[in-house]
């Protein structure tokens, strides 16, 4: 039987080398050799199955194999069935087989194999047979409510599972459900098995006569190895290589020492490592003195609150006594209570080791981008406009960015044109400018000019024709009222003389004016008067020759007002305050304090959320309006009085003019995110006027499309930088 032929089989599509049992290769052998003699010898083969089949049952019931590590009897009939291809003649041919010997059909016809049967689960069929037919796979239509009255009326319906390999419903046997219950307890699966059963120990402690195998011993026992000659041989030549060295020894040396082994309690270096310097005790003060000043002195009520307060109240502990020379003081009373409290503090007061940060200098500068990084921003002197003769006071351009409009004490208006420095026209005004303005509204040519107490609103004709004959027109077009107002100012026309030079309209103060602003649209104007009475700043309008006082008593000598770009707010600068005014609500808004001593200047981003105002104390101070009533930022780049300060309209650039003849360029970032503050770096420092009567640069103004800037100065000049 232990020499049994292993012959190859293909069960379940994977291939296997298996040892039959005798008798089931004989029914194999017999069914094999019956299909090649016909179909006369097929009841032999038949019986040769059978009992191939029935001798592997029957080994089977015993729980042992009818030879050891051979295939059983259902698997030898399946060899057989395979071979000869004719399962159902034998199915004809044995019916007189008893019910307990046929084997399950579902296994026998059940072909598929061990594949997942997710692949048929969107098929009608489950598989093929061995005819090559399909298997289909059982109906399956009950719904909800029959299979609730299945299971209602099936008792056996809790011991009934579906196959998986077949589809079809079965139902298990007290043995499986016994199987089940058990593996569910965490019990052993085969109710025979014991697992207390007693153990027989072969090799124990007493030496017994017969070996328990007595198995000779193999050969290559007692013959040297080959293999380990070879495995020497090369650990010896890796040995003379050098690639195996041996191990290092092991330093034996403990892990743990004694920490405080070798210290001497005496070394002053190891006292001195954690040392904490007691604090040091306050040093005596004038009324500890023998002969103290009188203010130092107690008085008798001033005694008396001090004998009934608590000790611990007590701002003195002594009382200051007053002796004629040193040698009549006596012994201190408090010496020995002083000592014995100091030593409580020695002894009681924890002492604590002030920490100090090293911090570098150059870490506290913030880190700010190179100049070469924010251009475009100008840089050279390109042009110089001369032709006054005294100090040139105001500028301003016109929209366009073609002409230049300068303002001088030599009592004339020049109009220049920006790319040539060549003066198109000089306008007489028979006394010193203060302020230029030229409308921002690009339909309309017209200048306001300051001279003494009155404001001029010039054409100057220069440009196209069609545009400032249009300003013409709309001045002309003027209807006067039925009903004659009073007003603060008096509008009058200009006179022939004075309409042939350019002048269209005179508007008459009864104090001197010294600021003129457009509004964004060019409609009003407002101008600032030297006076300290409410009649400081007045708002006129162009189309209708009408004049207003917004305010009804003086907040301040008024410097400087501006009109806001974007929403009805109107700003008016006094020495030390910018209040910030809704001209809807007519109430004021803010007050932003500039934290200068006297404002000289003031310009408003393009933006509205953020202005920069100039100060004789050579300071700039930048607001951001939805930040704070206090300045951003104080830049105090210049050495001397800032006389004018201006932003650009499309970059951003900001720039400032001081009396020491500089005009210093600023990068001046304002982004839309509102959590992040403005960026301001400083990028050009422009030079080029000659500092006259202690004045420097007097007016500075941006070219509106590009990054120029202009700068007027006491040397009578107007200087162009790109």
Avoid at 166 to 178: F, R, S, W
Avoid at 349 to 354: D, E, G, H, S, W
Avoid at 434 to 453: F, G, Y
Wanted: glycine share 6%; net charge positive; aromatic share 10%.
């Amino acid at each position: 039987p232990h020499s049994c032929p292993a012959p190859r089989s293909s069960l379940g599509g994977a291939e296997q080398n298996l040892p039959i049992c005798p008798l089931s290769a004989l029914g194999l052998g017999g069914g094999l050799w019956v299909s090649f003699l016909g179909g006369v010898q097929q009841l032999t083969a038949g019986v040769c199955f059978a009992a191939g089949w029935v001798w592997g049952i029957l080994a089977t019931s015993r729980r042992q194999s009818p030879c050891p590590g051979t295939l059983s009897a259902f698997q030898c009939l399946q060899i057989g069935k395979w071979g000869d291809r004719r399962v159902h003649q034998f199915e004809k041919m044995s019916p007189a087989l008893p019910s307990h010997l046929v084997p399950p059909l579902q296994d026998i016809r059940n072909t598929v194999g061990n594949i997942p049967m997710e692949w048929y689960q969107d098929f009608p069929h489950i598989g093929y047979n061995l005819d090559g037919k399909k298997i289909y796979k059982p109906i399956r239509n009950k719904d909800e409510l029959d299979m609730f009255l299945e299971k209602m009326e099936n008792p056996d319906y809790w011991r009934t599972v579906q196959d998986k390999m077949t589809g079809a419903d079965i139902k298990l046997t007290d043995e499986q459900v016994d199987l089940v219950h058990r593996l569910q307890r965490g019990q052993f699966g085969d109710v025979h098995f014991d697992p207390y059963e007693p153990a027989v120990d072969f090799f124990t402690h007493e030496v017994m006569i017969h070996p328990v195998t007595n198995r000779p011993a193999d050969k290559r026992s007692f013959i040297p190895s080959l293999i380990e000659k070879e495995k020497v041989s090369k650990l010896v030549h890796a040995i003379k290589m050098g690639w195996i060295k041996p191990r290092k020894p092991k330093d034996d040396t403990p892990t743990y020492y004694d920490l405080w082994a070798h210290e001497d309690p005496n070394s002053i270096l190891g006292r001195h490592k954690m040392h904490v310097p007691a604090p040091k005790m306050k040093l005596p003060g004038h009324e500890e003195s023998y002969n103290p000043p009188p203010e130092y002195l107690l008085s008798e009520e001033e005694k008396l609150a001090w004998e009934q307060q608590e000790p611990a109240e007590r701002k003195l502990n002594f009382v200051p006594q007053q002796f004629r020379c040193l040698r009549a003081v006596p012994a201190y009373s408090r010496f020995i209570h002083e000592r014995f409290e100091r030593c409580l503090d020695l002894y009681l007061c924890p002492r604590q080791r002030k920490m100090r940060v090293n911090v570098d200098p150059e870490d506290l500068i913030p880190k700010l981008p190179k100049p070469r990084d924010l251009q475009p921003f100008p840089t050279t002197q390109a042009l110089v406009y001369r032709g006054h003769t005294s100090l040139v006071r105001c500028l301003s351009i016109s929209p366009s960015g073609q002409w230049l409009v300068s303002g001088s004490d030599d009592c004339t208006v020049r109009f220049w044109e920006v790319c040539t420095a060549r003066c198109m026209k000089t306008l007489p005004v028979g006394g010193v400018v203060k302020s230029v303005a030229w409308n921002p509204n690009p339909t309309i040519c017209l200048v306001a000019i300051c001279v003494e107490q009155s404001v001029l609103l010039v054409n100057p004709c220069l440009g196209d024709k069609l545009l400032y004959g249009a300003t013409d027109q709309v001045l002309e077009s003027y209807v006067p009222p039925e009903e004659e107002r009073v007003q603060p100012v008096q509008w009058v026309t200009a006179t022939p003389e004075e309409h042939s030079k350019g002048i269209r309209l005179v508007v008459q103060h009864s104090k001197a004016v010294k600021q003129v602003t457009w509004h964004g649209k060019g409609d009003y104007f407002a101008s600032v008067v030297a006076d300290n009475s409410n009649m400081q700043v007045l708002i006129h309008q162009t189309s209708k020759r009408w004049s207003q006082n917004p305010f009804r008593k003086s907040k301040g000598l008024v410097q400087c007002v501006l009109f806001h770009p974007i929403r009805p707010y109107f700003f008016v600068a006094t020495q030390r305050y910018v209040r910030v005014y809704n001209l809807l609500k007519q109430e004021l808004t803010k007050k932003l304090m500039s934290n200068c001593k006297w404002v000289s200047s003031m310009a408003i981003h393009p933006g509205g959320d953020n202005i920069i105002c100039g100060s004789y104390d050579s300071k700039l101070a930048w607001f951001d309006l939805d930040l704070s009533t206090r300045p951003y930022q104080l830049l105090r780049h210049h050495k001397k009085a800032l006389r004018s300060v201006a932003f650009h309209k499309h970059y951003p650039l900001f720039a400032s003019g001081s009396d020491d003849g500089t005009v210093i360029v600023c990068h001046g970032m304002v982004y839309n995110d509102l959590l992040q503050n403005p960026l301001l770096v400083p990028v050009k420092v422009l030079k080029g006027h000659a500092i006259t009567l202690d004045l420097g640069v007097l007016d500075v103004l941006f070219h509106p499309t590009q990054p120029w800037v202009f700068s007027s100065g006491a040397d009578g000049t107007i200087r162009l930088y790109t």
